[in-house]
């Protein structure tokens, strides 16, 4: 059994969408190595503990389970921890906004670690190669100079003034566009992208990817869309989103070594890669071993 760190196992590692888990019955599933079970009681909050013999689509009075893990929702999921989690979970303010659509775009799991699907997700140097004619095209190939900073007070990476040329930016697209990107890394496992809307040229559509860490190499990718589109269905939405990360995965999967490696020196760096590098340094300096190759001392 690999240790866990102390930073990773007090965070807020996200677990299940909401929506998916009926009251009374049991999901079960697996986080940092340990195996944990969860329903939802009455009143439709979530109940979360260390799995012992129960089965997945067991009936269970959740009254009846005392030894619970905290549990918190939030931007459609269910959120667990095995230590000390703070308050209240990384804030994505855009998520409350009335007239955006809010969905939950399914739970995937992946052959890698987690940093690497967050790193992934940071990536835009992969868009034409891998988003052939939907997010790149050739030849709008060059990932154009952009910002990243560490901010200290919020304690997360943001990368801005990221620019890409895109054929179909969102469902909602009509012609190939410029598009501007904003990333955060609010959290070790978690980022959030911001960008134009096809709709709303001065607003920004809002995707997330939260990785459940299963074990230092397997994770569940889980997807929110935080859209502003007044004509799309939500079916479709979903499968616009589920369309791109169906391409990211056997990518990702022969990704190698699997976990991720700090030392900024393990693989090649050039300009687009100015986020992982920062998204690197922030996890070594937090002290994350979970799931990455940690800088050689
Ligand atoms: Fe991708």
Redesign the pocket.
Known sequence: MPSIDPVTRDLWHVIAATDEIPVGQVETTLLLDTRIALTRDDTGNPVVWLRTNEEQGDEIDPETILDRLPAITGYGYIWTSLGSPPAELFPIPEYAEPDRVNMSCGSIGIHVSAPRAVE??L?MG??PY??TDI?GAEPHTEVKEYDVEVSEERDEVLATRCRFFQPRAALSATEGMEVEYVYRVPHPFCSVLYKSSPEAPDRRDVIAIFLQPMTEERCRAHLLQSMIDSTSTITDLRRFQQT??G??KP?LENQYPKRLPLDPRAETPIRADKSAIAYRRWLSQKGITYGVIPMAS
């Open positions: 992934n997700f990536d992969h868009f891998v988003h997010l791109i990360f391409q990211d990518i």
